[in-house]
């Protein structure tokens, strides 16, 4: 039997929560901001993570062209209860994590990469 292309997101969500346990919810958005697949708390609404995710990669691309800083890597935002990390899966998708406030972002980073590079084999 194969799995679905949203079942595979969700997995693959759920093993990056597992690697880092400082995130604590994470989703797959496509540029359009529609959910694409998520690993959210039932508090957390998607479609309000969904669009402002690709919000935040859209502006933060705008700002590392206009400002010269290169190709997008990834946007961070700290609050005082946590991380909103995003980072781009290709060119069709967003990967959104939050994390803790004492998170070790180091270690969020490279598996959000890692994540960001097996998500885009699936996302296509």
């Given amino acids: 039997m194969t799995r679905s292309r949203t079942e595979l997101m969700v997995n693959r969500l759920r093993e990056m929560q597992i690697a880092s346990p400082d995130i604590e919810a994470s989703a797959v958005v496509s540029v359009d901001g529609l959910i694409m697949a998520s690993a959210l708390p039932s508090d957390v609404e998607e479609d309000r993570v969904s669009a402002m995710s690709a ?45 803790r406030e004492n998170a070790k972002l180091g270690l969020i980073f490279l598996e959000m990469r890692r994540a960001a590079a097996d998500l885009e084999r699936v996302v296509g």
């Fill in 55 to 99: 919000a935040m990669l859209s502006l933060g691309e705008r700002i590392a062209a206009e400002l010269g800083r290169g190709e997008l890597e990834q946007v961070y935002i700290r609050g005082n209860g946590g991380y909103v990390l995003v980072t781009a899966i290709g060119q069709e998708a967003v990967l959104t994590a939050l994390a």
